[in-house]
């Protein structure tokens, strides 16, 4: 799905990641953690195309990343789902126009999907809140809208920033809860956090493997966190 | 742009509208400025349009109509005077010919020398009012005829008047398009600067929707509708008003002369009319290149 070539990213002030490699295949459940700074929302950022790398290849779905016009960059972010660590909603909108905003930037017919946004947000769990504006939600229920927009095009992956950053430890079992979900719907999902409670947690209910970013290089983390 | 992108422009799309938050005041500025760019567009028209109409009506009416005036000692006055009005119905290309009496002439010299003057007194010239046909006469001709037959006659066909007041309304009429070529420079100006402010106002709102993979034309075209139509709204608020304006302006009479002929005549009336469509055209290429410059430099 998306491919990480000798990947290197030089903000200017130096260099943040080296010679990084990762293949995120079909249907896995990755975790990418490392201290703060390390460089994992940039990992994240590189694998959606909001960067690009200084060095190395992305792929994603077997174009290169680099050579995409903004216009195929947007089909592109239309097939990855992403949960930003501040979530980015439109603050003037309710929460169901928010989560509805990929269907109506892509052209999609609102009326014909009513019943898939219903039934995502019982799923999110936010029917109650489904008419509130974004500022007047909880960290949590941020994090899940976020959540809920970023799968309702039915993407195949899925990549989320530090998803359980500001919400408790049973908010965050949830979120796990969801994206195990997805993943056994076959999603492949990227998840950055350095909660690794949370890392152990979902061991338990899916095959994960642990990505750690360290010393500017990726690393598979071992099997026994 | 393909027919659909156009309908969905002009009908929009209610939901669509909606991701751009709305914003009251840079749109308030927008309608205004467009209003008062329309409203000056329609006085500049208008005296294009009256200037062109004057200087046509200054040409034709002064190229027909010329004045015979007969310089001679009074005994011999009358025999040149019919000699001279002999020569003009003789003239092909001249309709009538008449000498003005006494009573006219006086009329003519009142405004100087006020009505109480005994002008008949004065050793005046005899003047004799010609008026060209459609195809008018060879002015060249009768003078060298006039001047072997009537010595005192002098025909003075107006060219010295004419002129130059043909060429000061024909400079009106240029004036006046200058001014509507630079108010809709400057239309163009001031929604590009709004459309501007604008963009930059919501850059983030623009960078979400690019996160959840909405195109560049998308985004543009929220931008685009609005200030189209905006300029489309202000622009027909203004010309209402500069038309009623004109049409309350004084009808053209023969004593207000110039000024009162300000104003619009039959189909020139919908002359007007066609400034808010081109208003709303201005906006739609203001805003469209700098919604896609602006757009493009973003990452």
């Known amino acids: 799905m998306i491919e990480l070539e000798n990947v290197g990213y030089n903000y200017g002030g130096g260099e943040l990641l080296n010679g990084v490699s990762v293949q995120l295949a079909p249907g896995s459940f990755h975790f990418l953690t490392g201290p703060s700074g390390a460089g994992k929302t940039t990992l994240l950022k590189l694998c959606y195309g909001a960067l690009n790398p200084t060095a190395g290849r992305v792929r994603a779905f077997n174009m290169d990343v680099h050579g995409l016009d903004r216009d195929q960059m947007a089909y592109l972010r239309r097939r990855v789902g992403v949960v930003h660590q501040d979530c980015r909603f439109l603050d003037h909108l309710p929460v169901i126009e928010n989560i509805a905003l990929p269907l109506l930037v892509s052209g999609r017919e609102l009326s014909h999907e009513e019943a898939n946004l219903q039934e995502l947000l019982n799923w999110v769990g936010l029917s109650e809140r489904a008419h509130a504006l974004p500022p007047e939600l909880s960290g949590g229920e941020r994090q899940r809208a976020a959540l809920a927009r970023s799968v309702i095009l039915s993407p195949d992956v899925i990549i989320a920033d530090e998803p359980t950053g500001n919400v408790d430890w049973e908010m965050s079992q949830r979120l796990l809860q969801l994206l195990v979900e997805l993943n056994r719907m076959g999603k492949t999902i990227l998840v950055a956090t350095h909660d690794l409670s949370l890392i152990r947690a979902a061991k338990n209910q899916v095959q994960a493997r642990v990505l750690r970013i360290s010393n500017r290089q990726l690393q598979l983390a071992g099997a026994d966190l | ?299």
């Open chain 2, 1 to 299: 742009m393909t027919e659909g992108r156009l309908r969905k422009l002009i009908l929009g799309d209610a939901q669509a509208d909606r991701v751009v938050p709305p914003s009251g005041f840079t749109a308030q500025l927008t309608l205004f400025v467009s209003g008062a760019m329309a409203f000056l567009t329609v006085f500049a028209l208008a005296l294009s349009m009256a200037s062109g109409r004057l200087a046509d009506q200054w040409a034709e009416e002064l190229a027909r109509a010329a004045t015979l005036r007969i310089n001679a000692p009074a005994e011999q006055r009358a025999a040149q005077t019919e000699a001279a009005l002999e020569i003009l119905r003789q003239t092909p290309g001249v309709a009538t010919a008449r000498a003005l009496t006494g009573a006219e002439q006086a009329a003519l010299l009142a405004p100087w020398f006020g009505a109480g003057v005994p002008v008949g007194d004065l050793p005046l010239p005899q003047l004799i009012e010609v008026t060209g046909d459609d195809a008018g006469y060879d002015a060249q001709g009768l003078r060298l005829r006039l001047q072997a037959e009537v010595p005192g006659a002098v025909l003075d066909d107006h060219t010295r008047w004419r002129a130059p007041l043909v060429d000061a309304a024909q400079a009106l009429r240029r004036l006046a398009w200058v001014s509507i070529l630079l108010i809709g420079g400057a239309t163009a100006a001031m929604i590009t600067l709004a459309a501007n402010a604008a963009l930059a106002a919501n850059a983030q709102v623009i960078e979400v929707l690019r996160l959840v993979g909405a195109l560049d034309s998308y985004i543009a075209q929220a931008f685009i509708r609005r200030f189209t139509l905006r300029a489309l709204t202000g622009t027909a608020v203004g010309v209402a008003a500069g038309m009623i304006g004109v049409f309350l302006m004084p009808a053209a009479s023969a004593e207000g002369g110039f000024l009162t002929g300000l104003g619009f005549q039959g189909l020139g009336w919908l002359a007007p009319l066609l400034i808010p469509p081109l208003g709303a055209l201005v906006a739609f290429a203001a805003t469209t290149r700098a919604a896609t410059k602006r757009l493009g430099e973003l990452s």
